[in-house]
């Protein structure tokens, strides 16, 4: 393996210019595939690893295979012919010095592999060992021609991840190259790593290249050193960041808003209709003595389907206002967007508080009028979806800016809400609003610890009184009829009924990406004639993603106010919809939907005094995450234990990236098997930007790049 080069006297080494690429019509197919898989760099080619090995280090003699196995050998080719029954295939023997025999067949072949394989050569043969009507034989196995005595290789050989048109051996040879090339001097000044480890080029050259002798159970389950080195630079480097990211937060100036005695705060509280729980009594005392410093606020608060969050952010909104300031509320959907909207109007505009309400729906003169009243500071509080940060949208004095459902953002969204406080609405001054984001789908705490470490989390962790639990019952698709039944039922009492269905119609796609084709799975056209069918006299509503903005508008209106009895519905309910008569949601195909999803969707039923049920349908066979899933739903309401069983399911890197960036923030590490060197690294971070601050810079460059933007958003 190439030594280690020493770092310069500030620990950190310039990387090499950047290899000049060559004209796109001269590059070839899988240089172009490279590309796409953003292998583009010397860097991002060695942090490539492989998903397994091969050991191609030893041969194993013809008499000596065992049906199941998988093993390399080395004959001689004594038949090479094409046999046309049962199909056309490609049928060679092979025969070694013993006289023992091996038939290889190949389904589909060239030209070039007969005259590879053709009579006479010695081939050198890797693949698995089946048992043939005619002896042991291997299908469509990797082969190659060899001169006697040839080498055998001296390492286990890598197996890449490779998308289509990127054969392994040039991924290969473009690996060692990058390897050669790519920046990975040292620069963690000594002391940093934990002790044993390898340095970062050691560590990678070995898992690229790793000797025979190496531990085949340690490199597949990633507790070999030099993976333990891969993932403590990862770890460190993402703490870094956020603890930069918060350290220049501190640094910025955000307007002082202190709550009043006497103000907007106090009299919506009386206003109300209900009482807060106490945790909604904590979390906004946290915010409001946030907004009360003069540093932004960067909070994230998180609470269960149904806990109360909208009043939180309404009394925080008040804050704000009662200080001279707008607030800005913006949501993923036109429907949490208007039902926000709904809510604070009701709750606001009766103490004198002018409410604009901004969507990609608003057109026109409404639009105009609205755009005015944000513009002169009339309007205190703007609720929208992605409109509110539009370019022509200008705000008086936004003072604090609300993200629901914060993940659905992106962060140059998130960051545009940001920047529409200008220093001419600051007085001069540069100031930054305050920030509170949302979820309803609650975080681990050491997954809160890690990927928000520059966050403030404020949790509710209590659902308002008066809530009936939800009975979640899980059923065979073979038992449809029942549940039509049981509609029919809920209907006839003068309840209301959501059916979710994962598909709008079977021409959407030749399938939904894990192997079950569409015609198998239910869509909500032809759900929602079957249930027109089977309950004469009643509204049956149909929305869906594609419907224009004003008639999901009206859809979800005729519901709402009660006109209709039974709405079948793709997953754009998923969060906010709030009808408190609707008493049984029916979930189809549940076991394609995730775990926080499924539990998002129940959540639209229990928020009145009734007693409700959810009833998850599943198609056969039912995988084993599959069976996890709905097993989770059936045991528990809690939507912290939904969130911490979703966690073991799917591991944190798919767990936190279906939330934040849509791209998981973690390659390698795992942070529930890796606690003691995430534990290092988070001691090891503020040492480092306050002793080494230009190596910290250098770690981070090296290993986030511009996802360092999603944690600072």
Same mark, same amino acid.
């Given at each position: 393996?190439?030594?280690?080069?020493?770092?310069?006297?500030?620990?950190?080494?310039?990387?090499?210019?950047?290899?000049?690429?060559?004209?796109?019509?001269?590059?070839?197919?899988?240089?172009?595939?490279?590309?796409?898989?953003?292998?583009? =760099?010397?860097?991002?080619?060695?942090?490539?690893?492989?998903?397994?090995?091969?050991?191609?280090?030893?041969?194993?003699?013809?008499?000596?295979? !065992?049906?199941? #196995?998988?093993?390399?050998?080395?004959?001689? =080719?004594? #038949?090479?012919?094409?046999?046309?029954?049962?199909?056309?295939?490609?049928?060679?023997?092979?025969?070694?010095?013993?006289?023992?025999?091996?038939?290889?067949?190949?389904?589909?072949?060239?030209?070039?592999?007969?005259?590879?394989?053709?009579?006479?050569?010695?081939?050198?043969?890797?693949?698995?060992?089946?048992?043939?009507?005619?002896?042991?034989?291997?299908?469509?196995?990797?082969?190659?021609?060899?001169?006697?005595?040839?080498?055998?290789?001296?390492?286990?050989?890598?197996?890449?991840?490779?998308?289509? %048109?990127?054969?392994?051996?040039?991924?290969?040879?473009?690996?060692?190259?990058?390897?050669?090339?790519?920046?990975?001097?040292?620069?963690?000044?000594?002391?940093?790593?934990?002790?044993?480890?390898?340095?970062?080029?050691?560590?990678?050259?070995?898992?690229?290249?790793?000797?025979?002798?190496?531990?085949?159970?340690?490199?597949?389950?990633?507790?070999?050193?030099?993976?333990?080195?891969?993932?403590?630079?990862?770890?460190?480097?993402?703490?870094?960041?956020?603890?930069?990211?918060?350290?220049?937060?501190?640094?910025?100036?955000?307007?002082?808003? %202190?709550?009043?005695?006497?103000?907007?705060?106090?009299?919506?509280?009386?206003?109300?209709?209900?009482?807060?729980?106490?945790?909604?009594?904590?979390?906004? #005392?946290?915010?409001?003595?946030?907004?009360?410093?003069?540093?932004?606020?960067?909070?994230?608060?998180?609470?269960?389907?149904?806990?109360?969050?909208?009043?939180?952010?309404?009394?925080?909104?008040?804050?704000?206002?009662?200080?001279? /300031?707008?607030?800005?509320?913006?949501?993923?959907?036109?429907?949490?967007?208007?039902?926000?909207?709904? &809510?604070?109007?009701?709750?606001?505009?009766?103490?004198?508080?002018?409410?604009?309400?901004?969507?990609?729906?608003?057109?026109?003169?409404?639009?105009?009028?609205?755009?005015?009243?944000?513009?002169?500071?009339?309007?205190?509080?703007?609720?929208?979806?992605?409109?509110?940060?539009?370019?022509?949208?200008?705000?008086?004095?936004?003072?604090?800016?609300? $993200?629901?459902?914060?993940?659905?953002?992106?962060?140059?969204?998130?960051?545009?809400?940001? !920047? &529409?406080?200008?220093?001419?609405?600051?007085?001069?001054?540069?100031?930054?609003?305050?920030?509170?984001?949302?979820?309803?789908?609650?975080?681990?705490?050491?997954?809160?610890?890690?990927?928000?470490?520059?966050?403030?989390?404020?949790?509710?962790?209590?659902?308002?009184?008066?809530?009936?639990?939800?009975?979640?019952?899980?059923?065979?698709?073979?038992?449809?009829?029942?549940?039509?039944?049981?509609?029919?039922?809920?209907?006839?009492?003068?309840?209301?009924?959501?059916? $979710?269905?994962?598909?709008?119609?079977?021409?959407?796609?030749?399938?939904?990406?894990?192997?079950?084709?569409?015609?198998?799975?239910?869509?909500?056209?032809?759900?929602?004639?079957?249930?027109?069918?089977?309950?004469?006299?009643?509204? $049956?509503?149909?929305?869906?993603? !594609?419907?224009?903005?004003?008639?999901?508008?009206?859809?979800?209106?005729?519901?709402?106010?009660?006109?209709?009895?039974?709405? $079948?519905?793709?997953?754009?309910?998923?969060?906010?919809?709030?009808?408190?008569?609707?008493?049984?949601?029916?979930?189809?195909?549940?076991?394609?939907?995730?775990?926080?999803?499924?539990?998002?969707?129940?959540?639209?039923?229990?928020?009145?005094?009734?007693?409700?049920?959810?009833?998850?349908?599943?198609?056969?066979?039912?995988?084993?995450?599959?069976?996890?899933?709905?097993?989770?739903?059936?045991?528990?309401?809690?939507?912290?234990?939904?969130? !911490?069983?979703?966690?073991?399911?799917?591991?944190?890197?798919?767990?936190?990236?279906?939330?934040?960036?849509?791209?998981?923030?973690?390659?390698?590490?795992?942070?529930?098997?890796?606690?003691?060197?995430?534990?290092?690294?988070?001691?090891?971070?503020?040492?480092?930007?306050?002793?080494?601050?230009?190596?910290?810079?250098?770690?981070?460059?090296? /290993?986030?790049?511009? &996802?360092?933007?999603?944690? &600072?958003?």
């Amino acid at each position: 393996m190439p030594p280690s080069h020493a770092p310069t006297a500030n620990g950190v080494v310039a990387p090499p210019a950047a290899p000049v690429a060559a004209p796109a019509a001269a590059r070839s197919a899988p240089a172009k595939a490279l590309d796409r898989m953003g292998l583009d =760099s010397p860097l991002a080619l060695a942090l490539h690893l492989p998903m397994r090995y091969e050991d191609e280090t030893q041969l194993t003699p013809l008499g000596a295979l !065992r049906t199941g #196995d998988t093993a390399q050998v080395e004959a001689v =080719s004594v #038949d090479c012919r094409v046999e046309l029954r049962p199909r056309r295939q490609l049928v060679v023997r092979l025969q070694d010095e013993a006289g023992d025999e091996l038939v290889l067949r190949f389904v589909n072949f060239y030209p070039s592999h007969q005259k590879t394989l053709a009579v006479g050569q010695r081939l050198r043969v890797r693949g698995e060992v089946r048992g043939g009507f005619f002896g042991r034989e291997m299908v469509h196995p990797t082969f190659k021609a060899v001169v006697p005595g040839a080498a055998l290789a001296s390492e286990l050989t890598p197996v890449y991840p490779a998308g289509a %048109q990127l054969p392994q051996v040039y991924l290969r040879k473009a690996v060692a190259g990058a390897l050669t090339r790519a920046p990975l001097d040292e620069v963690l000044p000594a002391g940093t790593v934990p002790p044993g480890l390898p340095s970062l080029r050691d560590a990678l050259n070995f898992l690229h290249h790793p000797p025979a002798s190496a531990s085949l159970a340690a490199l597949q389950d990633h507790t070999h050193p030099a993976w333990q080195r891969l993932k403590f630079e990862e770890l460190l480097a993402q703490q870094l960041s956020q603890m930069q990211s918060r350290r220049e937060r501190a640094l910025l100036f955000a307007p002082v808003m %202190q709550a009043l005695p006497e103000g907007l705060r106090p009299k919506l509280l009386a206003a109300l209709p209900f009482g807060l729980t106490a945790a909604q009594a904590r979390v906004c #005392d946290e915010i409001a003595a946030d907004l009360a410093q003069p540093r932004p606020m960067h909070r994230l608060l998180q609470g269960d389907v149904g806990s109360g969050k909208t009043v939180v952010a309404a009394l925080s909104a008040a804050v704000a206002m009662d200080a001279g /300031w707008q607030c800005a509320l913006m949501a993923p959907t036109e429907i949490l967007a208007e039902q926000h909207f709904a &809510k604070l109007v009701s709750w606001l505009e009766p103490l004198g508080v002018t409410v604009a309400w901004l969507t990609g729906s608003r057109k026109g003169k409404q639009r105009r009028e609205m755009l005015a009243r944000v513009a002169s500071g009339e309007a205190r509080l703007v609720v929208g979806t992605h409109a509110v940060i539009q370019e022509d949208v200008e705000f008086a004095r936004l003072g604090l800016a609300i $993200v629901d459902e914060q993940h659905r953002f992106g962060v140059a969204q998130r960051l545009a809400l940001r !920047r &529409k406080l200008t220093p001419e609405a600051a007085g001069g001054q540069a100031l930054e609003p305050h920030l509170l984001m949302m979820t309803a789908t609650p975080i681990p705490r050491t997954l809160a610890m890690t990927y928000f470490a520059d966050l403030e989390v404020s949790t509710i962790d209590e659902l308002p009184p008066g809530r009936t639990p939800i009975v979640t019952k899980v059923f065979a698709d073979s038992r449809r009829d029942e549940v039509i039944a049981r509609i029919a039922d809920e209907v006839a009492k003068g309840r209301q009924v959501y059916w $979710v269905c994962p598909l709008i119609e079977e021409s959407e796609s030749e399938g939904d990406g894990r192997g079950k084709p569409l015609s198998e799975l239910s869509n909500a056209t032809a759900t929602h004639e079957q249930l027109s069918n089977a309950l004469p006299g009643q509204a $049956v509503g149909l929305l869906h993603g !594609r419907l224009a903005p004003t008639d999901k508008a009206a859809v979800m209106g005729q519901f709402s106010r009660g006109e209709m009895a039974v709405l $079948v519905a793709t997953t754009v309910i998923e969060v906010g919809v709030d009808v408190p008569n609707a008493s049984l949601m029916v979930i189809e195909d549940a076991e394609r939907f995730g775990l926080a999803q499924l539990h998002q969707l129940r959540g639209r039923v229990g928020r009145g005094q009734v007693a409700s049920v959810c009833v998850l349908l599943y198609g056969s066979p039912l995988s084993d995450s599959g069976k996890q899933r709905l097993k989770a739903m059936a045991e528990t309401n809690d939507g912290f234990e939904i969130s !911490r069983r979703d966690l073991d399911i799917r591991g944190p890197g798919e767990f936190m990236g279906a939330r934040q960036s849509g791209d998981a923030l973690l390659r390698f590490a795992d942070l529930a098997e890796d606690a003691p060197l995430l534990a290092r690294a988070r001691e090891m971070a503020p040492r480092l930007l306050d002793r080494h601050p230009a190596a910290a810079r250098a770690q981070v460059a090296r /290993w986030l790049g511009n &996802k360092a933007e999603f944690l &600072k958003a």
